[in-house]
């Protein structure tokens, strides 16, 4: 089975940094996009930033230029860096797997249990 285990959380001083981990396992790590989201307490989910299997990323406006998202296929691991952390950055972030590589459509059906981060 797809197993998701994010780690890294916690609570952040505004204006400093944190890196969020993913250890994944039950599939082909090198064939799937991966990526975080992320939800704020009473608010919709947010997707972050994505990685696909040919190491193309792409960044929310939110994060953008403040982060940077990364893979090791040899660990299973995925990770997210975030710079200049603001309160506004307080949420629960979550790994998530694409369903189908091949498909070309984004749909990120596996999530882990997700950490939180809070920032004041």
């Known amino acids: 089975d797809v197993q998701l285990v994010e780690s890294g959380g916690g609570s952040v001083q505004t204006g400093g940094s944190l890196t969020l981990s993913c250890a994944a396992s039950?599939?082909?790590?090198?064939?799937?996009?991966m990526g975080w989201f992320r939800q704020a307490a009473g608010k919709e989910r947010e997707g972050l930033s994505f990685?696909?299997?040919?190491?193309?990323?792409n960044y929310t406006d939110s994060v953008k230029g403040r982060s940077f998202i990364s893979r090791d296929n040899d660990k299973n691991t995925e990770s997210l860096q975030i710079d200049s952390l603001k309160p506004e950055d307080t949420a629960k972030y979550y790994c998530?797997?694409?369903?189908?590589?091949?498909?070309?459509?984004?749909?990120?059906?596996?999530w882990g249990q997700g950490t939180q981060v809070t920032v004041s």
């Open positions: 998530v797997r694409d369903v189908d590589s091949r498909d070309g459509i984004p749909d990120f059906g596996y």
């Open positions: 039950g599939f082909t790590h090198r064939s799937y996009c």
């Open positions: 990685i696909d299997n040919y190491g193309h990323t």
